[in-house]
């Protein structure tokens, strides 16, 4: 079982993750962006090497750091097999990496960015990128976003999963820094449309 810390960074109030394999003493940073020394300098006191980046998707916010913590640690960056980014390893939707005893699965959710992932972690954590917030979900008008695939992404993946997955957004958007997924399917505005109709409208306005 992994340790999960939560860091608020940057103006855009993002999140950064570190994995912590605390028996083997190395860790996985996802979506590195800003206050990198913050979460380099918690991992060098306890003792941890960083050994993978994980990116959620390839929007500059969620990846700015990535060459500062390469360059730092030597991590060695997995992205979705999409991706037009640097990276070293390319994953695709329903595969598996093996971090120490743990098990990290790739859910391939594109709608935000055609190359957005989200990480469920023994089956106890989702780490969700800009997929879905706390109350909300990621925004649909970007270049290269996709509402239709947005909707297959929450209606035909996200919703099926175990309500007791504890969600960990990509921003700091709502009213709390975690969540679960079973309070998000019952409160979450995303989760309450009838139609992908209904669901695309909305998305619309």
């Given amino acids: 079982m ?3 810390e939560q860091f608020l960074v940057g103006k855009m109030d993002n999140f950064t993750y570190a994995i912590i394999d605390e028996k083997n003493r190395k860790s996985i940073i996802v979506d590195p962006s800003w206050d990198l020394e913050i979460i380099i300098d918690f ?4 003792g941890i090497e960083n050994t993978f980046i994980i990116n959620t998707h390839s929007h500059f916010d969620h990846v700015v750091g990535n060459d500062q913590v ?3 640690t030597g ?3 997995i992205q979705h097999k999409s991706s037009p980014l640097k990276k070293d390893i390319g994953v695709s939707d329903g595969e598996s990496i093996k971090f120490g005893e743990s098990e990290i699965k790739i859910i391939h959710t594109p709608g935000h960015s055609g190359d957005s992932i989200c990480l469920i972690i023994d089956d106890k954590i ?5 997929t879905l917030f706390v109350g909300s979900c990621g925004r649909l008008d970007l270049q290269g976003s996709d509402p239709n695939k947005m909707y297959n992404s929450v209606y035909n993946k996200l919703i099926s999963l175990d309500g007791n ?3 960990y957004p990509g921003h700091h958007y709502g009213s709390t820094k975690t969540s679960t997924l079973g309070k998000e399917k019952s409160t979450n505005f995303v989760f309450k449309f009838h139609s992908r109709q209904e669901f695309l409208n909305f998305m619309d306005r």
């Fill in 70 to 72: 390469v360059k730092r």
């Fill in 2 to 4: 992994v340790k999960i």
């Fill in 165 to 167: 997955l504890i969600v």
């Fill in 43 to 46: 991992l060098e006191k306890n």
């Fill in 75 to 77: 991590a060695k960056i």
């Fill in 126 to 130: 989702l780490l969700t990128g800009d």
